[in-house]
Protein backbone atom coordinates (compact mmCIF):
# COMPACT_ATOMS: atom_id res chain seq x y z
CA UNK A 1 0.00 0.00 0.00
CA UNK A 2 1.51 3.47 -0.84
CA UNK A 3 2.23 5.63 2.13
CA UNK A 4 1.37 9.58 2.20
CA UNK A 5 3.34 11.73 5.21
CA UNK A 6 2.23 15.14 5.55
CA UNK A 7 2.43 17.41 8.23
CA UNK A 8 -0.31 20.34 10.01
CA UNK A 9 -0.49 23.17 12.15
CA UNK A 10 -2.65 23.78 15.31
CA UNK A 11 -2.34 27.63 15.60
CA UNK A 12 -3.63 29.81 18.29
CA UNK A 13 -3.58 33.49 19.46
CA UNK A 14 -4.53 34.07 22.67
CA UNK A 15 -6.93 37.43 23.13
CA UNK A 16 -8.60 38.57 26.10
CA UNK A 17 -7.54 35.41 28.26
CA UNK A 18 -8.93 32.97 25.59
CA UNK A 19 -7.51 31.07 22.73
CA UNK A 20 -8.55 31.23 19.28
CA UNK A 21 -8.03 28.41 16.52
CA UNK A 22 -7.17 28.64 12.96
CA UNK A 23 -9.11 26.93 10.58
CA UNK A 24 -9.27 26.72 6.78
CA UNK A 25 -12.51 25.21 4.49
CA UNK A 26 -11.54 23.33 1.95
CA UNK A 27 -12.70 24.11 -1.35
CA UNK A 28 -15.53 22.08 -2.58
CA UNK A 29 -15.87 20.22 0.39
CA UNK A 30 -18.47 21.35 3.42
CA UNK A 31 -15.64 21.04 5.95
CA UNK A 32 -13.25 22.82 8.27
CA UNK A 33 -10.25 21.80 9.20
CA UNK A 34 -6.76 22.31 10.20
CA UNK A 35 -4.42 23.42 7.71
CA UNK A 36 -2.13 20.69 6.53
CA UNK A 37 -0.31 19.60 3.05
CA UNK A 38 2.69 16.92 1.75
CA UNK A 39 6.14 17.25 2.90
CA UNK A 40 8.21 17.82 0.50
CA UNK A 41 11.59 16.09 -0.33
CA UNK A 42 14.57 17.36 1.97
CA UNK A 43 11.66 19.18 3.73
CA UNK A 44 10.98 18.22 8.09
CA UNK A 45 7.37 17.69 9.06
CA UNK A 46 7.98 20.67 11.24
CA UNK A 47 9.05 23.14 7.89
CA UNK A 48 6.40 21.49 6.04
CA UNK A 49 3.66 22.14 8.44
CA UNK A 50 4.84 25.37 9.09
CA UNK A 51 5.07 26.38 5.22
CA UNK A 52 1.24 24.83 5.31
CA UNK A 53 0.04 27.27 7.59
CA UNK A 54 1.32 30.23 5.47
CA UNK A 55 0.30 29.09 2.25
CA UNK A 56 -3.38 28.42 3.64
CA UNK A 57 -4.22 31.09 6.24
CA UNK A 58 -1.79 33.81 5.54
CA UNK A 59 -0.09 33.27 9.43
CA UNK A 60 3.40 33.26 10.22
CA UNK A 61 3.91 31.45 13.23
CA UNK A 62 6.23 30.14 15.98
CA UNK A 63 6.59 26.43 16.59
CA UNK A 64 5.02 26.40 20.47
CA UNK A 65 5.43 22.06 20.58
CA UNK A 66 5.23 18.81 18.63
CA UNK A 67 1.54 17.51 19.39
CA UNK A 68 1.35 13.99 17.72
CA UNK A 69 0.13 11.80 14.96
CA UNK A 70 -2.85 10.39 12.83
CA UNK A 71 -2.86 7.65 10.47
CA UNK A 72 -5.94 6.71 8.30
CA UNK A 73 -6.15 4.87 5.64
CA UNK A 74 -8.33 6.53 2.44
CA UNK A 75 -8.77 5.58 -1.08
CA UNK A 76 -8.21 7.27 -3.70
CA UNK A 77 -8.57 6.18 -7.85
CA UNK A 78 -9.44 2.87 -6.64
CA UNK A 79 -6.11 2.55 -4.13
CA UNK A 80 -6.14 2.35 -1.06
CA UNK A 81 -3.23 4.89 0.27
CA UNK A 82 -2.24 4.91 3.96
CA UNK A 83 -1.18 8.20 5.09
CA UNK A 84 0.46 9.80 8.41
CA UNK A 85 0.05 13.54 9.29
CA UNK A 86 2.09 14.79 11.69
CA UNK A 87 0.32 18.06 14.04
CA UNK A 88 2.59 20.85 15.47
CA UNK A 89 1.13 23.38 18.21
CA UNK A 90 2.03 26.72 16.46
CA UNK A 91 1.87 30.57 18.07
CA UNK A 92 0.42 32.98 16.08
CA UNK A 93 3.16 35.58 15.09
CA UNK A 94 1.81 38.00 12.50
CA UNK A 95 -0.53 38.34 9.16
CA UNK A 96 -3.86 38.46 8.63
CA UNK A 97 -5.86 35.36 8.27
CA UNK A 98 -6.99 34.56 4.81
CA UNK A 99 -5.03 36.78 3.07
CA UNK A 100 -3.81 34.22 0.97
CA UNK A 101 -2.04 34.09 -2.49
CA UNK A 102 -4.19 33.90 -4.98
CA UNK A 103 -3.47 30.14 -6.45
CA UNK A 104 -4.02 28.91 -3.26
CA UNK A 105 -7.80 29.86 -3.73
CA UNK A 106 -7.83 26.66 -6.20
CA UNK A 107 -7.32 24.56 -2.39
CA UNK A 108 -8.56 26.89 0.28
CA UNK A 109 -12.16 28.97 -0.01
CA UNK A 110 -11.55 30.53 3.56
CA UNK A 111 -9.56 30.59 6.70
CA UNK A 112 -10.77 32.24 9.87
CA UNK A 113 -10.26 31.83 13.63
CA UNK A 114 -12.66 30.52 15.42
CA UNK A 115 -12.57 29.95 19.72
CA UNK A 116 -10.59 26.98 20.69
CA UNK A 117 -13.14 25.88 22.95
CA UNK A 118 -15.41 25.66 20.02
CA UNK A 119 -12.68 23.13 18.04
CA UNK A 120 -14.48 20.01 18.61
CA UNK A 121 -17.81 21.33 17.66
CA UNK A 122 -16.31 22.55 14.70
CA UNK A 123 -13.49 20.34 12.89
CA UNK A 124 -15.02 17.84 10.85
CA UNK A 125 -12.03 15.37 11.48
CA UNK A 126 -11.77 13.61 14.44
CA UNK A 127 -8.33 13.03 14.28
CA UNK A 128 -7.57 16.78 14.24
CA UNK A 129 -10.37 17.61 16.91
CA UNK A 130 -8.29 15.33 19.00
CA UNK A 131 -4.86 17.31 17.79
CA UNK A 132 -7.18 20.63 19.26
CA UNK A 133 -7.80 19.30 22.65
CA UNK A 134 -4.79 17.92 22.72
CA UNK A 135 -3.32 21.32 22.44
CA UNK A 136 -6.25 23.48 24.59
CA UNK A 137 -5.09 20.79 27.37
CA UNK A 138 -1.26 21.87 27.24
CA UNK A 139 -2.30 24.92 27.06
CA UNK A 140 -4.16 24.89 30.21
CA UNK A 141 -1.70 23.16 31.87
CA UNK A 142 0.65 25.37 31.03
CA UNK A 143 -1.47 28.39 33.08
CA UNK A 144 -1.51 26.46 36.12
CA UNK A 145 0.29 28.23 38.71
CA UNK A 146 2.80 26.12 39.98
Excluded at 41 to 56: F, H, I, M, N
Amino acid sequence: MPREASAGGVVVRERDGQFDLAVIQPRGRDAWALPKGHVDSGETPQDAAQREVLEETGLKVRLHSPLGEIRYVYQFRGQKIFKQVSFFLFSYLEGEIDRLDPKMRLEVKQARWIPLAEASKTLSYKGEREMADKAAALLKAERKPS
